[in-house]
Nanobody
């Protein structure tokens, strides 16, 4: 069992930046095996993948809507996942979730609200 605790988020004006963090309650040697991801869910919409990062940290993928503005990273030794969000837009508003996946093992953070509004 892996527990994921998120921090960060909040209200920001368009064009601003926010940083999300996700801390895992497991050993570094276990954490590093998981593919880590950020998802988001806007009101009335389905949850969508924002970005993910493989265990090697060398392979990342981004949704087209955030590529070039968001950066996903991980620190396996500290068992943390981060999402740096720059040039935020109103359409980035939603609840953001971190996810840890290793085959059939799938864990979610509690979610954190990000609101981009003037």
């Amino acid at each position: 069992q892996v527990q994921l605790v998120q921090s960060g988020g909040g209200l920001v004006q368009p064009g601003g930046s926010l940083r999300l963090a996700c801390s895992a309650s497991t050993l570094p040697s276990v954490f590093m095996r998981y593919t880590m991801s950020w998802f988001r869910q806007a009101p009335g919409k389905e949850r969508e993948l924002v970005a993910d990062i493989r265990s090697t940290s060398a392979i990342t993928t981004y949704a087209d809507s955030v590529r070039g503005r968001f950066t996903i990273s991980r620190d396996n030794a500290r068992k943390t996942l981060t999402l740096q969000m720059n040039s935020l837009k109103p359409e980035d508003t939603g609840v953001y979730f971190c996810n840890a996946n290793l085959g059939l093992l799938d864990y979610w953070g509690q979610g954190t609200q990000v609101t981009v509004s003037s």
